[in-house]
């Protein structure tokens, strides 16, 4: 006996072995049951050799005191020690399944299925698999000898005789047999079922592919027909009886556990359809109702058990349609977003040890093989396999994959499926997560052949395969167009001109020979420049294609480059700020207004990286104050007003590009950053922006026209009124700036100067400002003013207050509820607030009469300003349940309550609207309503603006622009239709809580 505190020599050899218990080790080798062979070195030696040393003595004891008699015991230890292919296969398995080791507990004969080392042996087919499963007459026998079965496959597995792919190929053969099987028992209980009708099994997924996890569903679509003269009704009855028994045989557990479930919810209608179907009814089903995921699923479909005639009629049918997927309308984005959901259904705690579904693991690489094979596979039936790595090497070998790139996805993805075979063998638990346990990491990664610090190797090789799917998997798509104009490497097999033109086609590009002459420009020749486009235009590409214009976004970028290609750190913000070439991208596809405006003035790329480390930062609107302070500076340094408007303009330009470029980033959403859920905060940041920069301009403006006519002494106090949107913080992109101009005389100084003055300051204003140019126009409008068009331009304070005191109307008052002063004499802007205070918010509130007349205005203004031909359903701003809807019901309830209410006192809609709910005027719900009403009519029209360059309140007619309007809402390709129902809805319910607060309905 060892003493105390020291080792035994025993206790070393097996801490060098491998052993993490070494005295638990200790202890089983001194059993009886490894008496004669306990310090045999080949039996160390086989015991270190497998993942898990000691789970594989644990489990060679168990299975020695399982035997019958000494005499079994004595001819298996003499067996293993003598055989090393056994020693191997046997220990192998005992190290790397503590559940194979169970079975092999319960059924102590079973080791003798690993004897057999013949090279028929290495690779069994369905044939051999058949045989071993013949004598099961029940399903508890069939799960005995399913697992029998298994552990030969194991074996071969752990030991390196198989590769993953043959081992995948094997368990899907080993289903097709299972399958058959239970069929058969099926059948042999209900043989009058079995009369009626012919049933043929069609395996899909993993198993239709031949390349089966250790434990998966086995998903499966069944086709019934019935046999001659036999009623079609009760021979489907018949066959669904049929097809429940088989499925229940397979996925039922027993004392002997379950096989592995049987899952049929890829046929037509999933669960909720029939589980089986004639084959015309599948027929009918995938011409007329299929979606585009069913067809991706058919790529695998193999008949496999039951009627072999009725099986490959259902292929021979159904194929063709397969390959005509590809010319769905939004084909690569709905397959696309149909992967983005498998990874935003992950839970959040799970995502990062995810094997398969998530980014950069087994999912990426098996949809972006299916989506170049359903593009390319109409025109070349050499890439129609069924098995993710035959067709990802047929891919390679016709050009439509760059070989390094399907060398390196090849790798990554034998080597991940690899680790989910290991974690599921050990329990045959069906899971793709990599265990966080360092035991269970430390048996994976010897499992993988990583001895030497095997829990940090397994986690350096798994983070670098990943690394590579997630790098390739998009890239795979794209890569081989600029191969095909760039011709860079003349010994590789390249794209054609016409699948390349397929791929771009099937990407959404409208024109795709002119966009392989935009990738042949900006992706040709030896230049660091072309170099680096060749780097970013995979993603851009994809980037583009998620839009509702890929062809403009990449017209849009050539544009841009060509501009910029030169500037060094161009390049170098998109290659190198992560952010950056994502949101140009989105920028350059989203409609005319951004890259109208960065066309001009392509130095503002430089807001869309990561600024202070957030991705997007430098799109962050500015406030009134900075803006303020750097266009003042403008106009200092300016020769003269007309320049100095002119760099006014400038800043405007930009900031105004900051703007949108910031809303379209965060409506869209990226992928480090979500689109932003509040749709309200959207509308606030652009309206107070677009506010904020209008008033600055006109505060430039102003200054610019007082310099240059009077230096710095005008002869009057001067300021400039925001009236509707303006007053409101709410401007969109494409709003008029609604203004009233007030002056006082200085002291001293005659009125009829002092206004001569003030006149002569607005008409150079709106000179300037309306001077030609390609930036959107600032329409400063004065109608609001008293007596309207007929009435002065300017008035002064005095005169304004005779006016409001003796001929104001109702419609005047309500006007000013959103007066605020923007610009100009700070001290003359309060007061005339104080002035009209009393007027908008009338201390005794609203008479009768006042209300009628405010409702008589609204039903006129219903009646005559709505556009001639135009669906007032769809009217965002005259509309039922629109802007002008919600405004007036709240500008009502401000005039009634506003004295009395300090709440209300604001010009903000919003902000009233939440006071008036405060305050309990409105319902919760009711006020909810309002606000969701008002919110989605403002997205809308500056959607409409950001689209198409020009204002507008109605939803565009052309289908891309609309398209791009519900892109921008939200709304992916082919669901624009869900955005005109949910307009329409929302309308509908604010314009019944319109109806009775402000109509009294």
């Not at 690779?123 to 026998?141: I, K, M, N, S, Y």
């Not at 161009?570 to 109208?596: Q, T």
């Not at 106090?717 to 709003?735: C, D, P, Q, T």
Request: hydrophobic share 45%; charged share 25%.
């Amino acid at each position: 006996m060892t003493a105390p505190g020291r080792r035994s020599s025993t206790f070393t050899r097996l801490l060098r072995h491998g052993f993490t218990d070494p005295s638990a080790a200790e202890r089983l080798l001194a059993g009886e049951e490894l008496t004669g062979v306990r310090s045999d070195p080949v039996l160390l030696e086989a015991l270190g050799a497998t993942a898990d040393p000691d789970l594989a003595l644990g489990g060679l004891v168990r299975l020695l005191e399982a035997q019958p008699d000494p005499a079994a015991r004595r001819g298996l230890l003499d067996t293993l020690i003598a055989a090393k292919p056994l020693r191997d296969r046997l220990l192998g398995v005992l190290g790397a399944s503590a559940a194979l080791g169970d079975h092999l507990a319960r059924h102590p004969h079973d080791w003798q299925a690993l004897v057999t080392y013949e090279p028929q042996d290495l690779h069994p087919g369905v044939t051999e698999f058949e045989r071993g499963l013949a004598e099961a007459d029940d399903p508890v026998a069939l799960r005995v000898a399913y697992r029998r079965c298994l552990l030969s496959i194991a074996a071969r597995d752990v030991c390196g005789t198989t590769d993953v792919a043959e081992t995948a190929a094997e368990l899907a053969d080993l289903a097709t047999a299972t399958l058959r099987a239970a069929l058969a028992l099926a059948r042999a209980a209900a043989p009058d079922d079995a009369a009626l009708c012919r049933l043929a099994v069609v395996a899909m997924g993993k198993c239709g592919g031949h390349e089966l996890n250790y434990v998966s569903d086995v998903d499966v679509i069944f086709v019934g027909e019935a046999v001659e003269g036999a009623d079609e009704d009760k021979a489907l009855r018949a066959a669904t009886r049929l097809a429940s028994h088989l499925m229940r045989i397979c996925s039922e557990t027993t004392v002997e556990g379950s096989i592995w479930p049987v899952d049929a919810n890829l046929r037509p209608e999933g669960r909720n359809g029939p589980l089986v179907r004639t084959l015309s009814s599948h027929v009918a089903y995938y011409q007329r109702w299929a979606k585009t995921w069913e067809f991706q699923a058919l790529l695998k479909a193999r008949p496999v058990a039951g009627d072999p005639e009725l099986g490959e009629a259902y292929l021979a049918a159904l194929q063709p349609l397969v390959w005509q997927a590809a010319e769905r309308e939004n084909f690569v984005a709905d397959v696309q977003k149909m992967r983005r959901r498998v990874v935003e259904n992950i839970p959040a705690s799970e995502v990062d040890r995810e094997l398969k579904l998530g980014p950069g693991g087994l999912r990426d690489v098996e949809f972006a093989v299916q989506l170049l094979q359903l593009v390319h596979g109409r025109t070349d039936a050499a890439l129609r396999s069924g098995t993710t790595l035959k067709a990802l090497q047929a891919l390679a070998d016709g050009g439509y994959v760059g070989r390094a790139d399907a060398v390196q996805l090849d790798e990554a993805y034998r080597f991940l499926r690899t680790m989910e075979h290991r974690i599921q063998l050990y329990r045959l638990r069906r899971t793709h997560l990599v265990p966080e346990d360092e035991t269970d990491q430390r048996r994976l990664g010897r499992s993988l052949g990583l001895r030497t610090d095997p829990v940090a190797g397994l986690n350096r090789e798994w983070k670098r395969h990943a690394s590579v799917v997630r790098r390739l998997h998009e890239k795979l798509f794209y890569r081989p167009l600029l191969d095909a104009v760039a011709q860079l490497a003349p010994g590789e097999a390249r794209l054609s001109a016409v699948a390349a033109r397929e791929r771009l086609v099937a990407l959404g590009y409208a024109d795709p020979a002119s966009a392989l002459r935009h990738l042949e420009a900006l992706a040709s020749g030896v230049s660091r420049k072309a170099a680096i486009q060749r780097t970013l235009l995979p993603v851009l590409l994809g980037w583009f294609a998620d839009s509702a214009d890929p062809d403009a976004g990449l017209l849009n970028f050539r544009k841009v480059s060509d501009a910029l290609g030169k500037t060094p750190w161009y390049l170098r913000l998109l290659r190198d700020e992560g952010a950056a070439a994502e949101n140009l991208a989105r920028v350059l596809s989203a409609g005319r207004l951004a890259p109208d405006l960065l066309m001009r003035a392509p130095e503002a790329v430089a807001l869309l990286g990561d600024g202070d480390g957030r991705a997007g930062s430098g799109l962050e609107p500015r406030g009134r104050a900075p803006l303020e302070q750097e266009i003042l500076a403008t106009v200092r340094r300016a020769a003269g007003a007309e320049q100095a408007v002119t760099g006014v303009r400038g800043v405007r330009r930009r900031e105004l590009f900051r703007t949108a470029a910031g809303d379209i980033v965060s409506s869209y959403g990226t992928e480090t950053q979500p689109a932003e859920a509040d749709q309200g905060a959207l509308v606030d940041r652009v309206g107070a922006a677009v506010s904020d920069l209008t008033a600055a301009t006109l505060a430039g403006t102003l200054r610019a026209v007082v310099r240059e006519g009077w230096g710095d002494d005008l002869p009057t106090r001067f300021a400039i009124i925001g009236m509707g949107r303006f007053g409101g913080h709410e401007l969109g992109y494409g709003s008029d700036a609604d203004v009233i101009f007030v002056h006082e005389p200085r002291e001293g100084v005659e009125e009829r100067e002092a206004s001569q003055a003030a006149n002569r300051v607005v008409a150079e204003m709106r000179r300037l400002l309306q001077l030609p140019s390609a930036d959107p126009p600032l329409l400063i409008d004065a109608d609001l003013r008293p007596e309207g068009k007929s009435g002065p331009l300017v008035r002064t304070l005095k005169s304004y207050a005779a006016y409001y005191r003796r001929w104001s109307l109702v419609w005047e008052a309500q006007a000013l509820l959103r007066a605020e002063p923007v610009a100009g004499d700070e001290e003359l802007g309060r007061r005339f607030v104080e002035l009209i205070d009393p007027l908008r918010y009338p201390a005794d509130g609203l008479g009768d009469d006042a209300v009628r007349e405010i409702r008589r205005l609204k039903a006129r203004m219903e009646s005559e300003r709505m556009p001639r031909g135009a669906d007032p359903k769809l009217h965002t701003k005259l509309g039922p349940g629109g802007l002008s809807d919600v405004e007036w019901t709240v500008q009502l309830l401000q005039m009634r309550h506003g004295s009395t209410l300090p709440g209300l006192r604001t010009t903000r809609t919003r902000a009233a609207l939440a006071a008036a709910r405060e305050a309990g005027l409105i319902e919760a719900e009711h006020a909810g309503t309002l606000d969701e009403a008002w919110v989605l009519a403002t997205r809308v029209r500056n959607a409409v603006m950001l689209v198409r360059g020009r204002a507008g309140d109605t939803f565009p007619s052309e289908p891309r622009e609309l398209a791009a309007v519900g892109r921008y809402l939200g709304y992916g390709p082919g669901h624009v239709g869900e955005l005109l129902d949910a307009y329409r809805r929302t309308a509908r319910r604010a314009r019944a809580v319109v109806d009775e607060l402000f109509y009294g309905a």
